[in-house]
T-cell receptor
C-alpha cells in the first residue's frame, strides 16, 4: 500500500535552474497539497488542489507553480530556483467533503531540496 | 486571527516516564484539532484527531489528548515513554471552510534510556 509517493527524494540545484517535484497518491483522494517545511516554522502550504481540475494558492505560493495532472498526480514546479527555496517539500492528500476541515492529511516522505 | 502555539520546542523525558506535549490554539470558530508525528527523514503521520465527538481523544501508540475549550488547549500525553517515541510532534488546527490548516512549529521529543 504505497499511499503518497514523492520523487525525487533529494535534489541539488543551482540558482536559476528549474525542476519539477512529482507526487502521486493511490488512495483515491480528491484533495492534494504541497507544503514546505523549514526549521522552527512547522509546515506552510504552498498550493493545494481541492479536486481534479482546480488549484489554489496557499500561504507561500511565490516562485512556484503546480499542475493537477489527474486525480492521482499533483506536481510542483520551480521555474527559477532561489536559495530561499532550500527546504523539505511534502506532498499530502486527503478526502474531500463539505466538512473537509476534519479530514486528516496523508503525507509522502518528502523531497530535500538544496539550492546553491 | 487563527493560530496554534506549541509551548515547548524541545522536551526530554526518561524511558518509562510520562510525556506531556503542550498545545494552545486561538480560534473564532470551532476547530478540528490534530496531532501528527514525524520520525527522521519521514513524512508526518496522524496520531489522533478531535472533531467534537469527545473531549478525550485516544490515538495510536498509547497517546491521547484532551480538548479543553475553556483553556483553548489540546495537550498530548502518554503515560510511559518508549525509545521509539523520540520524534517531532506537530499540533495542527483546521477551520470550518476547508483547506485552512495551521501547523504549530513542532516539539522535538527526546527519550533517554
Amino acid at each position: 500500500n504505497a499511499g503518497v509517493t514523492q520523487t525525487p527524494k533529494f535534489q541539488v540545484l543551482k540558482t536559476g535552474q528549474s525542476m519539477t517535484l512529482q507526487c502521486a497518491q493511490d488512495m483515491n483522494h480528491n484533495s492534494m497539497y504541497w507544503y514546505r517545511q523549514d526549521p522552527g516554522m512547522g509546515l506552510r502550504l504552498i498550493y493545494y488542489s481541492a479536486s481534479e481540475g482546480t488549484t489554489d494558492k496557499g500561504e507561500v505560493p511565490n516562485g512556484y507553480n503546480v499542475s493537477r495532472l489527474n486525480k492521482r498526480e499533483f506536481s510542483l514546479r520551480l521555474e527559477s530556483a532561489a536559495p530561499s527555496q532550500t527546504s523539505v517539500y511534502f506532498c499530502a492528500s486527503s478526502e474531500f467533503d463539505k466538512s473537509s476541515y476534519n479530514s486528516p492529511l496523508h503525507f509522502g516522505n518528502g523531497t530535500r531540496l538544496t539550492v546553491t | 486571527a487563527q493560530s496554534v502555539t506549541q509551548l515547548d520546542s524541545h522536551v526530554s523525558v526518561s524511558e518509562g516516564t510520562p510525556v506531556l506535549l503542550r498545545c494552545n490554539y486561538s480560534s473564532s470558530y470551532s476547530p478540528s484539532l490534530f496531532w501528527y508525528v514525524q520520525h527522521p527523514n519521514k513524512g508526518l503521520q496522524l496520531l489522533l484527531k478531535y472533531t467534537s465527538a469527545a473531549t478525550l481523544v485516544k490515538g495510536i501508540n498509547g497517546f491521547e489528548a484532551e480538548f479543553k475549550k475553556s483553556e483553548t488547549s489540546f495537550h498530548l500525553t502518554k503515560p510511559s515513554a518508549h525509545m521509539s517515541d523520540a520524534a517531532e510532534y506537530f499540533c495542527v488546527v483546521s477551520y470550518t471552510g476547508g483547506f485552512k490548516t495551521i501547523f504549530g512549529a513542532g516539539t522535538r521529543l527526546f527519550v533517554k534510556a
